[in-house]
Each structure stands twice: as structure tokens, then as C-alpha cells.
């Protein structure tokens, strides 16, 4: 792990809560990097809607069951965990402190957990698998055409990464701000130049979106790649059944906390119609909005398999390196342990919809 000028290997007093690191964040990041990490597109209609979609459930508690011998592990795509939280993807992490990615995957790893570290990572591939025990999961986004795409891939496969998470709900990347000379997606070849357009067509149709993935892509993807491939970024119940077809291993539904179709529905709210799509034949995770191991036992409870969390470990990240994303970790187990207990739940595969209140069946 690397140490900088801002680097800082403790944690603030008072902190009970993930949440609680978000002012400490806030307060040590430049303007421009706080921006760039809270905002949703648009007028945040879908980022309130992730917000407001956790609080809008109710838990039914459960009196006198023993759920000594508890606990919270899961196997997933072929690998063990001791918590069902992952790490999402998340951009640029030397924008938020210089441990960076490989503080994040340490941290993870730490807490026997694993990141999806993303494409626009801003280490080296390579760096940021040696900083975990566990292989690392790797998101891809489509590099505009297949052989670059491919290339990518298997350079993380080389290095050691055990799933491809694909992202499909945001084609094409276009710079959400201006970096700073020592930040940059270190991972990628230069981009492609893209074609002039002729007097009369779309920027968007004949323009950025011809760089954008299809289901064929996918197709020709998967015959390509011999680990497990999982979607990110479905909602909608037809596009898990195509992904099933396409022998994709695993889902996660997402909004992408918010930073693409305005609009778009809360994951929470779109993972009932998903999962019943999916009919148990693949796993189903869910992110975006979740901020404490209660929001994410409602996930559970709702049908996701496991989770990841997005903003609340960079405001860890920021706050304290590696240090403070462990912290946020442990603090979701803690609360979502907590939550097991009063709700009668010693395992994961105890949490289901009759955890969750619903009038109408009182
Ligand atoms: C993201 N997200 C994202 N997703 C992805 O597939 N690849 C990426 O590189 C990024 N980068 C990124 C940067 C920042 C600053 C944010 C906030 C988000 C989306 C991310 O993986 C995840 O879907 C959301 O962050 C989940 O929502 P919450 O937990 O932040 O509410």
C-alpha cells in the first residue's frame, strides 16, 4: 500500500455507523472528487429512489430464537465468503486516497471479503491482485469493440481475477470530470477515434452508441471466457431471462447508484420481478442505496444473494485508507448480524420475504 501526503491510518472518533465517515470524507476530499463520487444524473430522481426504497421496508422481528452458532457465510460463483458484502466498482480510487484500489481490495480481503475492481481502475491490474489473498472479481466495460474488449479481460484473467462482471447499463463512458494529471484509467489501451458524422446523423445513434455492446457481443464474449460472467446493471425481468440464455452465471440489478438514466426505479424495487425471473437457477445480487447492514438484510430478504456497497466505503477510503474501509465493512457485518439475530435469522439462506412486514398478510 502506498503513503501519501493525505494518507492517515486512523480512524476518527465517533464513528458508530457507516454513514458517520460521509462528513469526515467530505471534509478531507477536494471539491471536485466529492462531486464527482455523491452525485446521481439528472435531477437524482433515481439516486432519491434508492435512498427512500431501504426506509420504505419494515422488518419483522422474531421473539426467542436461538440463532446461537449464527453466522454469514456464503458461497458464491465458486468462492467462499465470510459476509455477503462485495466492494462495487468504483472509478479512479486515487482521486479519494493514495492506497487507492489496492487499499480497497486489502481491506476486503482483510474482512474475507472481495472488489470488483473496476476498468477505469487507476493502479495496475496486476498491483491491485497481489494487494488481496483472494482473487479479486473484474468489471468490464466494453472497450468499443470485441478484440480490445477481450484483451482487457484476459489480461485480469492472467493476473488472477475469478469473475468477469460485465457492466451493460452505461455503453459508453464519457469523463463525468476533469482528472488530475496523476489519475487516469492506467489499465486501458488509447481509445478508438471515432468516426466524423455525416450532415444529418445522431450524435447518439450514429455516433457514441455504435461503440456501445449488444447481446451478440455478449454472445461472443461468453464463448470466450471460461470463468464465471455476471451482468451488471439489469432491472428489468425480460433482460435477466436473455441473460440466463446467454449462460451469464450471475446478475446484479443496479441503477448504478444513480449516475445514468434519471429515472430509472430503485434496485430495490426492480429485484422482486428480477429474481423471480431468474427462478434460483443463478445468483442475484443487488446494489445501489444500501447504507447499513439492516438495508442490506432487506436486499437478502427481498431475494439478492449478497450485496455491494458503493459510495459508503470510498467515504472510508477517504477518511482512513484501507484502515477505514475494513471499518465500513465490519461495521455492515456487525449491523446486519444484528439484524439476523432480531429477526430470528442465524444464516443467510434463513432471510427470505416473510422477514419483511407486509400488512396485508397480518
Ligand atoms: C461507480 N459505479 C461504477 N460501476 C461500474 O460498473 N464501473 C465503474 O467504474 C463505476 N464507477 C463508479 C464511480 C463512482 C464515483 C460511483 C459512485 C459509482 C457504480 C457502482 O459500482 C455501484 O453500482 C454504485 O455505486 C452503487 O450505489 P451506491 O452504493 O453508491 O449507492
Redesign the pocket.
Known amino acids: 500500500m502506498t503513503s501519501g501526503p493525505h494518507s492517515s491510518a486512523s480512524i476518527p472518533a465517533g464513528i458508530g455507523t457507516p454513514a458517520d465517515y460521509r462528513p469526515h470524507a467530505e471534509a478531507r476530499l477536494a471539491e471536485q472528487a466529492w462531486r464527482?463520487?455523491?452525485?446521481g444524473s439528472g435531477e437524482g430522481v433515481s439516486?432519491a429512489a434508492?435512498?427512500a426504497s431501504f426506509p420504505a421496508q419494515r422488518l419483522l422481528p422474531r421473539m426467542l430464537a436461538d440463532v446461537r452458532g449464527g453466522h454469514t457465510r456464503l458461497e458464491l460463483c465458486g468462492q467462499r465468503f465470510e459476509h455477503p458484502f462485495l466492494l462495487?466498482?468504483?472509478?479512479?480510487q486515487r482521486?479519494f486516497h493514495p492506497d487507492a484500489e489496492a487499499g480497497s481490495v486489502a481491506a476486503a480481503d482483510a474482512q474475507g471479503g472481495i472488489a470488483?475492481v473496476?476498468?477505469?481502475?487507476s493502479l495496475s491490474l496486476e498491483d491491485i491482485a497481489r494487494a488481496g489473498e483472494r482473487p479479486q472479481w473484474f468489471?468490464l466495460?466494453w472497450q468499443g469493440e470485441r478484440e480490445r474488449s477481450l484483451r482487457l479481460v484476459q489480461r485480469a484473467l492472467a493476473a488472477g481475477y475469478a469473475a468477469v462482471?460485465f457492466?451493460v447499463?452505461?455503453p459508453v463512458?464519457q469523463a463525468?470530470m476533469q482528472l488530475p494529471p496523476q489519475v487516469r484509467a492506467v489499465n486501458l489501451e488509447a481509445p478508438l477515434a471515432e468516426a466524423p458524422l455525416r450532415a444529418g446523423q445522431s450524435p447518439v445513434f450514429d455516433g457514441w452508441m455504435t461503440q456501445a455492446p449488444t447481446w451478440d457481443d455478449l454472445a461472443w464474449l461468453r464463448e470466450r471466457i471460461h470463468v464465471p460472467l455476471l451482468l451488471?446493471?439489469i432491472l428489468h425481468p425480460d433482460d435477466a431471462r436473455r441473460a440466463l440464455a446467454a449462460g451469464c452465471d450471475g446478475l446484479?440489478v443496479?441503477?448504478?447508484?444513480?449516475?445514468v438514466l434519471d429515472g430509472a426505479p430503485a434496485?430495490l424495487d426492480a429485484l422482486p420481478a428480477v429474481v423471480a425471473a431468474c427462478g434460483g437457477r443463478i445468483p442475484v445480487l443487488l446494489?445501489?442505496?444500501?447504507?447499513s447492514g439492516s438495508d442490506a438484510f432487506k436486499a437478502l430478504a427481498a431475494g439478492a444473494s449478497a450485496v455491494?456497497?458503493?459510495?459508503?466505503?470510498?467515504w472510508g477510503l477517504a477518511t482512513a485508507g484501507a484502515l477505514g474501509v475494513a471499518h465500513v465493512l465490519r461495521l455492515l457485518r456487525d449491523e446486519l448480524e444484528m439484524t439476523m439475530a432480531l429477526t430470528g435469522c442465524a444464516t443467510l439462506a434463513q432471510i427470505g420475504p416473510h422477514c419483511l412486514y407486509a400488512a396485508e398478510r397480518q
Open positions: 464527482y463520487l455523491e452525485a439516486l434508492n435512498l462495487a466498482p468504483i472509478a479512479y482521486l470488483v473496476s476498468s477505469l481502475a468489471q466495460y462482471v457492466t447499463d452505461a463512458k463525468a451488471k446493471g446484479i443496479s441503477n448504478h447508484g444513480g449516475r434496485s446494489d445501489s442505496g444500501i447504507r455491494l456497497i458503493g459510495r459508503p466505503y470510498i
